[in-house]
């Protein structure tokens, strides 16, 4: 227990202040990576760690690096951070948060003129959300390694402008080679994104990895017939089959613990009133914190498509198109967590990330995990997104609680190994 | 059993060369109603019932009805006849077959010397299709009183002209009131438009009559939410919801004979990979021949409906949007239909029409009923639309039979009551 305290109010100013650069008018920010309003946040965020007096680095990819040394160099940096880029249509919280709140810890440790054992850093990952260029969390994946510089460079926007002409064209391509900053460790504070804190009335959500993810195309056909003339008995119906394969996913999902499944995109054709459906496409998303649980899962949809497309006289098609491993995040980053959270005297609930975040590629390099905070509704990608004052003061107290519990066990181990 | 055999060749001829205006390179038709096409067409029926000697008379719809007198100027003409205009992406025998087989019955009939008791009728409704304008049987509505001039001259389509304009346009607006042209009985030869004589392998069907049709828009509304970090004991999934009444559906049409039962129009909001839908609107079609059963059917729908959304948590709003009454054709133009088949030595099977067509209007002021033949793979609305020479033509045949058993026995009725 550290005895120091964030100042809640002026962490909300920092989130309201910048909430207006990008900010729309419903509430929410309209801040996509590498625009002009991504490089005023950017500077902004320069001035403030220029005036705690931090040195910043900034790498290739555009990720920025402040640093606040330690009393102990020869340690490597305990970093904290997340996104400062959000959705086309974002809320005031979804990243934004994990990197003000790093900001008000150093805040925090230079009023109080408290010096860490390692240096501290703060971090703000390029492109994090992906909705302009694809693929999401593409800063920390070149930083990690996961991507080169030039196919970074290369992704384009809509209207085609590329990653790297718009890094270039903002000012914030730095020097830095993609990866020569590290870090011994990582916390990502962030909104949950999803209902359970809230639903469940706990205050820190202690994140102990993100789902394996995989996705499949799934196409049925059957033929077009006309609605009045084609009896039940001579129909193939897509549809049909379709319906079975909706309701058998969310029984599949239902039947493994911690497991979702969805699908969220399905498009008819010929998508008419007094038509059988010829054709039905959709997307499956299968979600678990375990590789082994997926693979059953991923065998069991196999089977019910096969099922459905026999039952009905159809033909089907299912395609992976995307597939993530699970990550596990580090047992002493969790310890620090739960240690912090108590520390704050706050409840805590275990909990797995079922949405991808920048601490997936910080994890494949070093030590990290993540700590959550409840947003209303489990609401977020909307203007309505929405984290009270008093949750967000929670998950920054939490942070520097479990950033000055993981440098001092860090530190006593170093001694105990040097003794 | 007449002894006159109708010309295979020169039907299939009249139906290939008719099928040039408006004609598409993949072999369909995209004869639009009151289009250029659609007013060449009608000029080259014109020519050939001047060619025979017809008087015809184009009431104020447009409706075009060509007279060849009889023995009996006293009994009411009996009428053949369908709709020349077809679907944008029409094919060479729904409608047309009707109107070029009851063209082949009057010059088979013409070259024999052959007179029939009562006058003979050709019709060529005005819009069927209702592709173009809104609602679909527009001609034979109007003629039977449904709509009046007013409402059918005001429908516009989507380039804003309206039916009234375009048909005076092309030049084919008559002088005639609309339903002061009449006949005794009518007889409609057409493509099955589904899958039935072909699957059974049956030449003729002796349709019974259209079935009833009840259409509803169904919401359900959940919410949208993250498909990674929503729980499955957390969702509103609105897609889930509607599996259950598509299957649902599925289930009640095959549990009532002679039932159908669709959801042919589906979609889903937001419709993204990763979000969980939070609303899907579709469309429900019901038919079945008796208006008793559709009442079951609409109150199962009704509860199947009210179960889903309980199930999964949903808003649901089930409206009804279109219904029309199911239309039992004429006893003895059904008779005279049956007889026609057993003289020309083809193989029958009682049906009921799933689709809405002129008939339908034209029963409800005089005894009515549709001959069909089969279409491969029961597909219409479509370039690949086919029925082979020799079903045309054992259409017309017992179009030509029917129309004159039905004639021979309403003479020798008016001759006993009168004696």
Redesign the interface.
């Known amino acids: 227990m550290s005895n120091l305290k964030i100042d809640a109010a002026r962490l909300w100013g920092s989130l309201m202040e910048t909430a207006q650069i990008g900010g729309t008018p419903d509430g929410g920010i309209a801040r996509l990576t590498l625009s002009e309003d991504d490089s005023r946040v950017r500077h902004w965020l320069r001035a403030q760690c220029d005036a705690l007096g931090m040195t910043m680095v900034v790498d290739e990819a555009g990720n920025m690096f402040a640093t606040r040394p330690g009393r102990r160099p020869d340690l490597p940096p305990i970093a904290m951070g997340s996104h400062l880029d959000t959705q086309p249509t974002g809320g005031k919280f979804d990243g934004v948060l994990g990197v003000l709140a790093g900001l008000e810890v150093l805040r925090t440790l230079d009023e109080a003129g408290f010096q860490s054992e390692a240096p501290l850093m703060l971090v703000n990952w390029t492109n994090e959300e992906g909705s302009r260029f694809s693929p999401a969390m593409l800063g920390s994946g070149i930083w990690a390694g996961v991507y080169s510089r030039d196919y970074g460079d290369s992704r384009t926007d809509a209207g085609g402008d590329s990653f790297g002409a718009s890094l270039d064209r903002i000012g914030w391509r730095g020097e830095a080679e993609a990866g020569s900053v590290r870090f011994g460790a990582m916390f990502e504070l962030h909104i ?5 804190l809230e ?1 469940e009335g706990r205050q820190i959500g202690v994140v102990q990895g993100v ?1 394996g ?1 995989r ?1 499949f195309d799934l196409g049925l056909t059957g ?1 077009a ?10 129909r193939r ?1 897509a ?2 089959g ?3 394969v ?2 058998g996913i ?1 029984r599949i ?2 039947s493994h613990k911690d ?10 054709s010929p ?7 010829g054709e039905v496409r959709a ?1 499956i ?1 299968l ?1 678990h914190p375990d590789d082994a649980v997926l693979d059953r899962m991923e065998q069991e949809v196999a089977a019910l498509v096969a099922e459905a497309a026999q039952a009905n006289g159809l033909g089907h098609r299912l395609v992976p198109i995307s597939r993530t491993a699970p990550v596990a995040f580090d047992p002493e980053c969790i310890a620090a967590v739960r240690a912090g959270a108590k520390a704050a005297g706050l409840s805590t609930r275990d909990m797995i ?4 975040h920048d601490a997936v590629h910080a994890a494949a390099v070093a030590p990290t995990t993540m700590i959550f905070v409840p947003c209303k ?5 909307n203007p309505a997104e929405s984290t009270l004052l008093e949750e967000c003061a929670a998950g920054a107290q939490v942070l520097l609680e479990a950033v000055l519990d993981y440098d001092r066990r860090k530190a006593e181990r170093r001694a105990e190994v040097a003794a």
């Open positions: 949950e994104q999803g209902p359970i639903a789902q993810m996705w033929t017939a006309h609605t009045g003339s084609t009896p039940m008995n001579l119906n549809l049909v379709m319906a079975q909706i309701g969310d999902a239902r497991a979702v499944g969805t699908i969220g995109f399905l498009e008819v998508n008419s009133h007094n038509v059988i459906p997307t998303d979600r990330s079922g949405a991808g509704g489990g609401l977020s990608h």
